[in-house]
């Protein structure tokens, strides 16, 4: 199972958004409260995008999977042949 960060990225491209602005401009918050429930989106400030439900981000799940995996080989590739 993927983490919930994935599921947003995948949320925030699907509507023409960028997960890494969104996130440093201060627009949503994921946290987590030791509670055994896991991540949740605690504010949401994006504009022209709804918060997500929970069903939309699960719906994603197979997507974000191959999201988080495609960046990992794309790390990996960078990380074993750097520029010169």
Sequence with gaps: MVDLSWKVRKYLENNSK???TERNSG???MVNLSDG???????????????PTDAQ??????????????????KTIKDKYPKG
């Design 18 to 20: 960028v997960y890494e």
């Design 27 to 29: 627009n949503f918050s």
């Design 57 to 74: 981000l699960n719906a994603l799940e197979s997507q974000a999977t191959t999201l988080k995996n495609n960046n990992q080989v794309i």
């Design 37 to 51: 429930n896991g991540d949740f989106i605690e504010t949401w400030n994006v504009a022209g995008v709804s918060k």
